[in-house]
């Protein structure tokens, strides 16, 4: 069943980049992206990295994507098919996944919760999962190096922000001191000259 799982969403992985390169609407393109990035998430989850294959659907097919899909809006496209088999499939996808989602909710909320703590014996008996070896780890082992990236982090965007602030009065000052370019002198007309008369292209010379 793993190696059938990992052999579709492997395929389904090359497809979407293929389609994400060969794909001339940036919009497509985009979408193919984000399901290339989930299927990526599958293959983690089937190679029991559930802690990356989070990060990838969150950072990546989340963050990521909105920074795609402004620079795409910034481009200023022109407006996508609306009518034909591609309206149909749209509405039609969307009022699936709408119904699937409401019935997802539905069975979830009409079961019963068990909510509770755990009791210390079934704590002790339970494996420790990915996700929080992963924090054990980070926050004991390389707890100082965590540390030291988050400051690092930190001083660049202070950076960022104290040079972006410093060059903002010195283009104000810029802008309001600079004078419109006039004519040469050699070109200005003297005082009290009449200009010569323009004339008429329907007249005979």
Request: net charge positive; hydrophobic share 55%.
């Amino acid at each position: 069943m793993i190696p059938a799982l990992f052999v579709a969403f492997a395929v389904l992985l090359v497809g979407c980049s293929l389609m994400v390169i060969l794909h001339r609407n940036p919009v497509t393109s985009a979408l193919f992206l984000v399901l290339a990035f989930c299927s990526l998430a599958g293959i983690y989850l089937l190679l029991h990295a559930e802690f990356v294959a989070m990060v990838q659907v969150i950072v990546y097919a989340g963050a990521i994507m909105v920074l795609f899909l402004f620079v795409v809006m910034y481009l200023n496209l022109k407006r996508d098919v609306e009518h034909g088999v591609h309206l149909a499939l749209r509405r039609g996808a969307g009022w699936f996944l709408g119904a699937l989602l409401l019935a997802e909710g539905a069975w979830l909320f009409g079961r019963r919760w068990a909510a509770g703590p755990v009791s210390s014996a079934e704590a002790l008996s339970a494996p420790v999962g990915n996700t929080q070896a992963i924090g054990q780890v980070l926050y004991t082992r390389y707890l100082f190096p965590f540390e030291i990236t988050s400051m690092v982090l930190l001083v660049a965007m202070v950076g960022a922000v104290v040079i972006a602030k410093g060059r903002l009065p010195h283009l104000a000052r810029a802008g309001s001191s600079a004078t419109p370019p006039g004519p040469p002198p050699d070109a200005r007309e003297p005082a009290g000259a009449v200009p010569a008369p323009v004339p008429d292209p329907k007249e005979p010379a």
